[in-house]
């Protein structure tokens, strides 16, 4: 019986002893961030407008590209590769992850979206925790396009109109 109750007590403050999985890094890469002073939330100074359009270009030259978890390249890209490498061609860095970059820049109304701003969307079922990203190449009253690299396509240009987008979306932000 004696044995029985340091057994017990021993299992118990064994499984008291539970080490969590959730650590959170501090290692934070240092960003270069773009100044823009603002009059209006619709506005933008003229120079960020040539850095958006190459950053969209950047972002259109992997159109057709194959979707590869973690990819960065023309081999293959994901959602969160393809905003990265985007932003980098015109120095900007920015975290790596969906879940770094939703936290990242102002949020913005999705009826005040821009061409560069950032859609950020919750696509597993009966979930909204964010898991995919794309950046708008196209804003006008009503009409949102935005490029985003698809598990099922690969990188390729959609619009939020289209009703499992359109359901999907969680939030936008603006970077510049």
């Known amino acids: 019986?004696?044995?029985?109750?340091?057994?017990?007590?021993?299992?118990?403050?064994i499984s008291a002893c539970k080490s969590t999985k959730n650590t959170k890094s501090s290692n934070r890469k240092t960003t270069k961030?773009?100044?823009?002073?603002?009059?209006?939330?619709?506005?933008?100074?003229?120079?960020?407008?040539?850095?958006i359009e190459n950053i969209i270009k950047t972002a259109e030259k992997?159109?057709?590209?194959?979707?590869?978890?973690?990819?960065?390249?023309?081999?293959?890209?994901?959602?969160?590769?393809?905003i990265t490498t985007a932003y980098k061609s015109e120095n900007i860095t920015?975290?790596?992850?969906?879940?770094?970059?939703?936290?990242?820049?102002?949020?913005?109304d999705v009826k005040q979206v821009q061409k560069g701003d950032l859609l950020f969307f919750a696509t597993k079922k009966n979930s909204r925790h964010i898991n995919h990203v794309g950046m708008v190449t196209e804003s006008r009253p009503g009409y949102v396009e935005f490029i985003h690299a698809s598990t099922s396509k690969g990188v390729m240009t959609s619009e939020l109109s289209e009703k499992y987008w359109y359901f999907a979306f969680v939030q936008a932000r603006r970077i510049l």
């Open 1 to 13: 019986m004696r044995k029985l109750i340091i057994l017990l007590s021993l299992l118990m403050s």
């Open 33 to 51: 961030t773009t100044t823009v002073v603002k009059k209006s939330n619709s506005t933008r100074k003229a120079t960020n407008n040539s850095t």
């Open 62 to 82: 992997y159109d057709g590209v194959r979707y590869k978890y973690g990819g960065t390249t023309k081999k293959g890209m994901d959602c969160s590769g393809l």
């Open 94 to 108: 920015l975290p790596r992850t969906t879940g770094g970059l939703a936290t990242t820049g102002d949020w913005v």
